[in-house]
């Protein structure tokens, strides 16, 4: 039979998520599936195990039996399919293809969505997916059902264990032995590996809400929200631990939170990780989300690198981390790429490499996260709008502004010399997003009084915005 696929909400720039089954259903999976197959097929990529795909999912109750559906449709195909098993993090998934030089991967995956949620992270050759990519899927009018399987599937049960064994050797002089650290994977793939690899590191190991389950019952999947991680705080204090560490549901980013119960956010983790990665003095780049601090760029330039502003997004962020050899890239939500790893993002890996750092400084984390400077910006403030109103808010805010330097990268950035103004569209909702940031307190508020005298139909929201921001 042929079946056609509508570009339904399902389909994002670069993956497929959504609520099941209104949006992410079995049928469809089975359908991409087979798109999916034909482009692997299709594809040719020198150095790269041909026809290869190696899939995996996370530990949502929905994940087995898309990841079935995914492998029926994948099947029609001649494909060497190699399947690590039900909840694998998606790191050891980007490991395991790595490891086998394998031309693709399919992870059924809704990362740090809501537990009713899920998805699809997809990779044919070395470079992330495009928004191009993603399309052609949504467009697929080919088979689907009533062939005959083709591919040869096989199993990769142990590929965790040898991951983790790969890990624990790397790090096994780290020093790490002499750190108290909270580790929290929040019911997601990490549960159970990464306070593994910390004890067998020889770390005094606190482990919370330990226990993949894909329900998430103990805290929200997502990471990156502070709100998420009261709890890694609480007990970071209450027992006198060096950091904390947590993961989101999937296993593919993190927050780190110092001595004193503070979540470090993106741009403070990067200021206190990137003097470890860039040692040697490099002028290589590092990439950061154009939604990044300013305390950021600068401390990358103290180091003697290169700050490169990227379109914020997983698969935009890596490829440019690739595509510029870059030793890092930085991204808001939590993702942490290493060019030691190949622009790979894997928490559990950059985590290691922090403690390590740290176990060989005589000053702890929170004192670290102390000496850095202050940083005066809001988080994004997200305001429902209709799709014509942000067209007009994107387009006129350049003619508003005209005493800055306009970037037009992701969006609209507007940039003074005190301070920078991000208008962009989401790509997940019908909103627009804005974030500010100053030099100074001052700085910050006199750029939102500039906005909302141009624009006051964000009043509300900007006031609220800048008057919960602390330094």
Known sequence: MTSTVNRAAAFKDCDIRGPYPEEVSDDLFE?????????????????????????????????????????????????????????????????????????????????????????????????PPRPEDIARLAAYDGEVGGQRPRAEVTSWPGATETYIGRLTETFAESGIDGL????????????GIASR????????????????????PDRHPDCAVPENLTAVCAAVRERGADLGIAFDGDGDRLAAVDGKGRVLGSERLGMVLLPAIME?????????????????????????????????????????????GAVAGIEVSGHVFL????????PLHTSLRLCRYLAARERSLAEMVDALPPMYMTPD????????????LLTSAPEAFSDARIEDLDGVRIVWPTGWLLIRRSITEPKVTLRMEGQTQQDLEDISERVVGRFPELTTEVKAAVAKTVA
């Not at 060019?339 to 894997?346: K, M, P, S, T």
């Not at 403030?381 to 007009?392: F, H, S, T, V």
């Open 339 to 346: 060019g030691e790893l190949d622009g790979r993002d894997d």
């Open 381 to 392: 403030i997200r305001i429902a709008m209709d799709a014509p109103e942000i067209d007009r």
């Open 280 to 324: 040697d003095g490099s002028s290589a780049p590092v990439v950061i989300d154009i939604k990044c601090s300013m305390a950021l760029e600068e401390c990358i330039e103290k180091l003697g690198g290169r700050a490169i502003r990227s379109k914020s997004g997983h698969a935009y962020m890596k490829q440019v981390v690739l595509d510029s």
């Open 31 to 127: 359908v991409v599936g087979a798109a999916y197959g034909a482009d692997v097929t299709a594809g040719s990529f020198p150095g790269l195990q041909e026809r290869m795909i190696v899939i995996g999912g996370d530990a949502r109750e929905t994940t087995p039996r898309l990841k079935t559906r995914l492998t029926d449709g994948l099947a029609i195909h001649p494909l060497r399919i190699i399947d690590l098993g039900a909840r694998v993090p998606t790191p050891v998934i980007y490991w395991a293809k790595a490891e086998l030089r394998a031309q693709a991967s399919a992870i059924v995956t809704a990362s740090h969505n809501p537990p009713h949620w899920n998805g699809l992270k997809v990779m044919n050759g070395d470079r």
């Open 197 to 216: 690899v910390y004890r067998a590191l020889g770390a005094e190991v606190e482990a919370l809400h330990d226990r993949a389950d894909g329900r998430f």
């Open 180 to 191: 108290h650290v909270v580790i929290d994977p929040g019911n997601g793939c990490q549960s």
